[in-house]
């Protein structure tokens, strides 16, 4: 019984874990798939993180903190955008730029506002977005395996989790079965081929940035404002890049990516949690080597020793249009 | 030529250009054309590589912006700025390079654009329904679900076709729609654009294939160097008249050629063969020999397969097939030579382009003078470059080729295309190569650069060198070769001896017509 | 759209960097009048705490010789039109390998042959990081970008784990290790920089500046006068017309790529032989990617990264001083700075270029008719 509720305990940290990675997961999806490189997930995401929390703080509301955090990845998507799109400059000097941007900002205007060393306060219980119990747990718990993984892994995640978590079938949805993702698709594949329907390439990688910034808006919310209760300095701590990984892994499809992350996330959940114990044959497993999993398997896959990647065929040029 | 003199054009033509003129920095794409297309016809423009025509088609189809002119559609005054105007006037495009999304399907290609609703469910079915019945009147059959990277190239052109129809196409526009096809495919392709006429529709085919010209227009205007030439009615011409145009007949150059004195045999080339990287054959069993001391011209319309033999010689493609020996090597698909390893053993390469192969447009002149010999021993000692004796080395050069202005520092950016000919000409002919391959040796280069450059040419093959020349100038090719052969979709089509040299002759020849075996 | 204008050599060299400074200057400075300070005193501050302030030169060159080596990083790699992101990284590995050959001969060789020893095994460090995302670009086409930025988080577990495991200094709580053997570090040449008019005794100044300035001679060199620099600017300029003249690409993007991490790799003398003489946790602290804008606003010439690694030498030194004497500024500016010069001067390059061409078309003409 001990080892299920590890690992039950391990899949409920999982969807904690992940939840940050899947929506910034398909932010990156929308970026990388209308043909941006979108290396400045990270920056959104601290961006949104530090939105959330100071606006959460300021006004008493986690909602206006949601608002502000989607607010501020916009922002910088736009910059993204002004730079590649606009400026047709290099994808990844832009992407480096917001990201440096964003650890600079965070900590300037935290330590403007509220002069606690770049962190912002911590926020109430109602200035945040606390734990949902679904309907019946208690009455659930007398049911075994099921009672606990009602409880543990259904129920009492935060708004932002399941929000995450519609996040994929929405993002699939849009992607595959609208006009607008049949376009989107088409502009990061083949930009001429949408400028010669008659189509604006630029109106569409630009409102594919808008959307990865709300996103990584959510995301960012939900590392201040949901999981934690204020602002750290880094908070973001490379999840955007793990995000980024996943996207990658995921070959830039958002139920694979939504997979990779779970992945992710279950490994560092697993992590802390089998530390110092031996494994018949293998012995201990390093904490960090389970934390590198995510970045081995990415240079592998790209590398093409496991399968093969397929990134959007035009992504990173500039379109002449 | 104007409009005026064609027969019978009473109805309002459904598409008149006027005017239209187009530059791209100094180069002038499109100069004062004109041209006029009668409704229910298929007419041609024909012209060779960089005529101007792709650069006139864009204009019409609103990828680029014309400086001057004015396009009427059925009559009347239209403005296109962008695609989506000329969409909107029922003009369609197959562009040379297809517009297709590969790893959608045809249904998805066909749609976007034109989906019919914020999502793609509504649109679908209609879509479908629009494809059968496109497919039943024109006798275009594609499966709606197939990905477009499993078809094939004829198949997926046709879902080009099938996009712009469904988006209300009048008027379709095909940019060199048979280069990349077979010839059944092409037989196919003719067929449908003739249902297509019966239908009503005009069809604009842009090709440099005189037979095709013939054997499917109704009429056919003649581009060269981004002039209009001339406008025939199909069945009033010939290609030969054609080849004529389209080549023109500039001032024959009088090259002093002298005699030449071939000595033995320096380039032997067997049953050479080469397929492209979409598995299309652009050379096919070419045999030749080429001796020390004469130039051979490659005659033929560009995009004939002389690209691909030049760069099998030059160690730029393996062949699949054949092989090539010269200068004490052999180049098979079993061994390949690098470019380095030919100039080691005294290849010179004149490459057709120069910016995208001859030079380096940042780098200096000095910089350029010893690209492809950086590794030589005359320019540096070790690891490092002698800077100050390849600049003396280029000053001598640039005094000897009389190349302007004569600044080693200057990047090649910024001389002229003339002297940026003469820089990739002295680097190459400096080491004195025993074989010498030279493309195009006067493109883009003034009048005076162009004598200069052909006495150059022939002082080299009096050193005993084997010049290997092509050039889609027939002037310049009937004026420095001592033999000429005729290249024609990879194949050689014939061989003359100087004697027998005749414009006539090697103009059929280029159109593809073989002369009966002598 | 039109290539932008060509820009005199002139107004290209010296000027655009500086219209690029002044705009990210003028961005930062909104940022501070919004929160409330003034920004001219804050530069004031920043420009005495960094040159005038005590031993403030001392430091602001001791940061100055982080941004040269991780800035030549980044602009060999530019050179062959490669983005290397991993400085960071390869600067890591760059200090574990020196630590290593520093535990393994310092104790036994005296200092003229150790110390050498050990800059070498750092540079082999760096390169090593570097190897497999270049062998993987030259061969298997994986994008630099990613499999750098990948080799960073690697870089960083490897360290966590080493050092808070086999190299922890025993006894020890925090992840760190051992001091180095003496003989493996690099002197601080107290002496040599007084003649300079530094005074290099209470900073962290050591003579590992003055390898920095070798190698922007020895870029310089391998770049603009050896036959592989030829190959590399080539590959960068035109890898087509690179395979005509028989140049062999994919070993060329491999040895540039290693050139590249071996100057990283550097970086850790300066940090791990110069200053802590023994590998702490996350030393690197960003100085790698600070490389990339160093390298973006000196243009890649090795006097532009000189200048470039000087003004964030000062930044950096000078944000220290903001610390102190503001309240509500921190250090912190100089990575708004350093982005918005990443933005100005590599993102929207072309941004600028052209209306600096119109501005300074029409000074020239206006000239040229009040003289003629």
Aim: with cysteine; charged share 15%; aromatic share 8%.
């Amino acid at each position: 019984m001990d080892s299920f509720l590890l690992i039950i305990s391990a899949l409920d940290a999982t969807f904690r874990i992940a939840t940050p990675l899947i929506l910034c997961a398909m932010a990156g999806i929308f970026a990388e798939r209308s043909g941006i490189v979108d290396i400045s997930l990270e920056g959104k995401l601290l961006m949104g993180a530090f939105g959330a929390a100071a606006v959460a703080s300021l006004t008493g509301s986690a909602w206006l903190g949601l608002l502000a955090a989607m607010g501020a990845g916009v922002f910088m998507s736009l910059i993204h955008g002004f730079a590649t799109i606009t400026h047709k400059g290099d994808h990844v000097v832009s992407g480096v730029a917001i990201n440096i941007l964003a650890s600079g900002l965070t900590v300037i205007i935290g330590i403007a506002f509220f002069s606690q060393g770049g962190q912002t306060p911590t926020l109430p219980r109602d200035a945040r977005f606390g734990p949902i119990e679904w309907f019946g747990v208690n009455v659930m718990d007398a049911v075994p395996i099921l009672g606990p993984i009602y409880r543990e892994f259904i129920s009492g995640h935060n708004l932002l989790v399941y929000m995450a978590l519609l996040a994929v079938p929405l993002a699939s949805f849009v992607l595959y079965k609208s006009r607008f993702g049949l376009r989107l698709r088409a502009v990061g594949e083949k930009p001429e081929a949408v400028d010669s329907a008659g189509i604006s390439v630029r109106a569409l990688r630009y409102r594919a940035l808008i959307i990865g910034g709300l996103l990584c808006g959510l995301a960012g919310a939900y590392l201040s404002t949901a999981a934690g209760s204020n602002f750290v300095r880094e908070m973001s701590a490379g999840k955007g890049y793990i995000a980024l990984a996943a996207v990658i892994f995921g070959n830039w499809r958002p139920v694979t990516a939504f997979l990779a992350c779970l992945m992710f996330g279950f490994l560092e959940a697993l992590a802390p949690r089998i530390q110092g114990i031996e494994f018949p044959l293998i012995g201990e497993i390093p904490n960090q080597l389970m934390l590198a999993i995510p970045y081995i398997v990415t240079v592998l896959l790209l590398a093409g020793f496991i399968g093969k990647p397929s990134p959007p065929a035009a992504i990173g040029k500039p379109y002449d249009g | 030529m104007k409009n005026t003199e064609r027969s019978g054009a009473t109805a309002p033509f459904s598409l008149e250009l006027k005017g239209i003129s187009k530059s791209f920095g100094a180069i002038q794409a499109n100069k004062n054309i004109d041209l006029a297309v009668r409704p229910g016809t298929i007419h041609g423009i024909v012209g060779e590589n960089g005529a101007g025509k792709s650069t006139l088609m864009n204009i019409l189809y609103g990828l680029h912006r014309a400086d001057e002119g004015e396009i009427f559609i059925n009559g009347a005054p239209v403005a296109i700025r962008k695609s989506a105007d000329a969409i909107a006037h029922g003009i369609g495009m197959v562009h040379q390079h297809f517009m297709l999304v590969s790893r959608f399907s045809v249904l998805e290609n066909v749609m976007l654009g034109s989906e019919g609703g914020a999502l793609l469910k509504t649109g679908r079915e209609q879509t479908l329904e629009r494809l059968q019945e496109l497919s039943d009147t024109y006798g275009m059959r594609v499966d709606p679900k197939a990905l477009i990277a499993d078809l094939n190239v004829g198949n997926q052109q046709r879902v080009e076709i099938l996009k712009a129809l469904k988006h209300g196409a009048d008027i379709l526009i095909l940019d060199e729609p048979t280069g990349v096809l077979t010839p059944q495919e092409t037989e196919q392709l003719f067929e449908i654009l003739k249902s297509l006429r019966a239908d009503g529709k005009t069809v604009i085919m842009i090709t440099h294939k005189l037979e095709e010209i013939m054997s499917v227009t109704d009429a056919v205007s003649i581009m060269r160097r981004g002039e209009m030439v001339g406008h025939r009615e199909t069945k009033n011409t010939s290609t030969a008249e054609l080849a004529e145009l389209m080549v023109g007949r500039s001032v024959l150059l009088q090259v002093d050629r002298g005699t030449s004195k071939p000595a033995k045999v320096a380039v032997t080339i067997n049953g050479l063969g080469a397929t492209d990287d979409v598995g299309v054959r652009i050379l096919d069993d070419v045999s030749f020999e080429v001796r020390g001391g004469e130039i051979l011209g490659i005659a033929g319309v560009s995009g004939n397969g002389q690209t691909p033999l030049m760069e099998a010689l030059t160690g730029m493609r393996t062949p699949t097939e054949g092989r090539i020996d010269m200068l004490g090597v052999t180049i098979s698909p079993q061994h390949s030579v690098d470019p380095s390893a030919l100039r080691a053993q005294g290849l010179g390469h004149i490459p057709e382009d120069r910016h995208q192969h001859g030079l380096i447009l940042d780098f200096t002149a000095q910089e350029n003078m010893v690209f492809g010999y950086h590794r030589a021993a005359q320019t540096g000692s070790g690891a490092l470059m002698d800077v100050k004796s390849i600049k003396e080395h280029t000053t001598t050069l640039m005094a000897q080729y009389d190349i302007r202005p004569p600044n080693p520092d200057l990047p090649a950016r910024n001389f002229s295309g003339g002297n940026q000919q003469k820089i990739v000409i002295a680097r190459e002919m400096f080491p004195n190569p025993k074989v010498l391959v030279v493309g195009q040796p006067t493109r883009g280069v003034d009048v005076g650069a162009i004598e200069f450059i052909h006495k150059q040419l022939i002082a080299l093959r009096d050193e005993g060198c084997a010049i290997i020349l092509v050039s889609v100038e027939l002037d310049e090719v009937m004026s420095l070769s001592d033999r000429i052969i005729v290249m024609n979709d990879g194949h050689i089509v014939g061989e003359l001896p100087h004697a027998e040299f005749d414009e006539k002759r090697i103009g059929l020849m280029m159109a593809g017509i073989k002369e009966e075996a002598a | 759209m039109t290539p932008p204008p060509p820009l005199p050599r002139w107004a290209d060299i010296y000027l655009l960097p500086l219209v690029n400074l002044l705009m990210a200057l003028i961005v930062s400075g909104i940022v501070i009048s919004f929160i409330g300070e003034n920004p001219l005193e804050a530069l004031r501050v920043m420009v005495n705490g960094a040159f005038f302030f005590g031993n403030s030169l001392g430091y602001t060159l001791y940061y100055t010789t982080n941004f040269i080596f991780t800035g030549l990083a980044v602009a060999v790699a530019f050179q062959a039109l490669l983005f290397n992101i991993g400085g960071e990284g390869q600067a890591y590995i760059g200090g574990l390998f020196a630590a290593l050959a520093a535990f393994a001969i310092g104790p036994i060789f005296p200092w003229y042959l150790a110390m050498p020893f050990v800059v070498i095994a750092a540079a082999l460090g760096g390169a090593s990081w570097a190897f497999i995302p270049g062998v993987l670009q030259a061969r298997r086409d994986s994008h630099i970008v990613i499999t750098t930025i990948m080799f960073n988080f690697l870089a960083a577990a490897l360290m966590v784990s080493l050092l808070s495991g086999t190299l922890m200094a025993p006894g020890q709580q925090s992840p760190q290790t051992e001091p180095l053997p003496d003989a493996a570090l690099m002197p601080k040449g107290t002496a040599f920089f007084s003649v300079l008019g530094i005074n290099a005794e209470r900073s962290p100044l050591n003579l590992s500046f003055i390898l920095a300035i070798i190698c922007l001679g020895l870029y310089w060199v391998l770049i603009w006068r050896t036959r592989l620099g030829y190959e590399i600017r080539a590959v960068g300029k035109n890898p087509d017309a690179a395979r005509y003249a028989g140049i062999n690409v994919p070993r060329v993007i491999t040895i540039t790529l290693l050139i590249s991490g071996a100057f990283a790799g550097l970086m850790a003398v300066n940090e791990i032989l110069g200053v802590h003489g023994k590998v702490i946790l996350n030393f690197t602290a960003g100085y790698g990617f600070t490389g990339i804008a160093v390298a973006l606003m000196g243009r890649n010439h090795p006097v532009g990264i000189f200048l470039a690694s000087l003004l964030f030498g000062a930044l950096f030194q000078g944000g220290v001083e903001l610390d102190f004497e503001f309240t509500s500024i921190t250090r912190e500016m100089v990575l708004l700075i350093q982005g918005l010069i990443i933005l100005f001067s590599g993102a929207l390059a072309y941004m600028l270029q052209r209306p600096l061409a119109r501005v300074l078309g029409w000074i020239l003409i206006k000239r040229q008719v009040a003289h003629g």
